[in-house]
């Protein structure tokens, strides 16, 4: 049993994340602004840190433009991992997303690169996950641009993985030796953005008409097999269709 921290444990993955340590019987300290502990100003950083073995970063950045996300997610990881080092922590995981260094012109794919950078060049003993596009993504993505009833999305083809795969597979990660860049992690088969978006939307009961478009956030260096795992990917169990009959949540 070892005491853990959870960086971003009020978001998605995060307080999923928390709750896989959790039932395996792990001490967890949750990092968030909403638990008052800031990582860009490293408000009340040392205090959590204290006596936690191993920290999983699951935070997120809401910056649409390429310097602001840099900015954000570097100087988090940098806080974070400096105040990792003062408190002698043993392992750094950190949660990315697999094929950003195949796409130059996203914001968050910048961010999330320069948080790699960081913990591969940092002294903490690490471990980086990237993970494929969460089952939720494509309904994420479509309330994006949604007016009036209509929203555009980008038809991407990707593998999506569930988020409590994800969460399952960060808690087992965080609890063992280091791996450095972990393979690829999806899920079990690949989908069409468009058509995962129009079948999450039905099933939570919502109406929304789909216009498929490279016009919006994600452009054509999107498209073809940029967002697929690698071979050798580690392969989550649950099915979009799982998901979906369970509640689309
Ligand atoms: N969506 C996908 O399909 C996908 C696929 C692969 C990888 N990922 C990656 O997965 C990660 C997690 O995504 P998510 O959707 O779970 O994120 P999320 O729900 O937006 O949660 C983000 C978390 O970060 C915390 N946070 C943000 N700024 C902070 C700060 N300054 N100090 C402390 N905590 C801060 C937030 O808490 P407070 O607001 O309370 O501070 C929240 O707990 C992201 O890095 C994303 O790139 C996403």
């Given at each position: 049993m070892m005491p853990i921290a959870v960086a971003g444990a009020t978001g998605h993955i995060g307080s999923l994340t928390v709750t896989a340590l959790e039932?395996?019987?792990?001490?967890?300290?949750?990092?968030?602004?909403?638990?008052?502990?800031?990582?860009?100003?490293?408000?009340?950083?040392?205090?959590?840190?204290?006596?936690?073995?191993?920290?999983?970063?699951?935070?997120?950045?809401?910056?649409?433009?390429?310097?602001?996300?840099?900015?954000?997610?570097?100087?988090?990881?940098?806080?974070?991992?400096?105040?990792?080092?003062?408190?002698?922590?043993?392992?750094?995981?950190?949660?990315?997303?697999?094929?950003?260094?195949?796409?130059?012109?996203?914001?968050?794919?910048a961010g999330k690169r320069?948080?790699?950078?960081?913990?591969?060049?940092?002294?903490?003993?690490?471990?980086?996950?990237?993970?494929?596009?969460?089952?939720?993504?494509?309904?994420?993505?479509?309330?994006?641009?949604?007016?009036?009833?209509?929203?555009?999305?980008?038809p991407l083809l990707v593998q999506p993985i569930a988020p409590t795969d994800v969460a399952r597979i960060l808690a087992e990660l965080v609890t063992g030796e280091t791996r450095g860049r972990y393979v690829d992690v999806a899920g079990p088969e690949p989908q069409d953005l468009v058509d995962m978006a129009r079948r999450t939307y039905h099933a939570r009961r919502q109406d929304l008409k789909l216009v498929p478009s490279w016009n919006g956030t994600f452009g054509l260096e999107m498209a073809g097999n940029v967002l697929l795992p690698s071979e050798g990917a580690r392969i989550a169990p649950t099915t979009f269709d799982e998901w979906l009959a369970a509640g689309a949540r």
């Open positions: 039932e395996a019987g792990h001490s967890v300290v949750r990092i968030s602004r909403a638990h008052a502990v800031d990582l860009v100003t490293g408000d009340r950083l040392d205090d959590a840190l204290a006596g936690v073995e191993a920290v999983v970063d699951t935070t997120n950045a809401n910056a649409t433009d390429t310097h602001e996300a840099v900015a954000y997610l570097g100087t988090l990881t940098r806080n974070l991992l400096a105040a990792e080092q003062r408190a002698a922590v043993r392992h750094h995981v950190l949660l990315s997303i697999v094929g950003i260094d195949r796409v130059d012109g996203n914001a968050h794919y320069e948080q790699e950078r960081l913990v591969a060049e940092g002294s903490v003993p690490w471990t980086i996950v990237p993970a494929t596009q969460f089952h939720d993504f494509a309904a994420m993505v479509a309330g994006w641009s949604e007016h009036d009833g209509v929203a555009n999305i980008a």
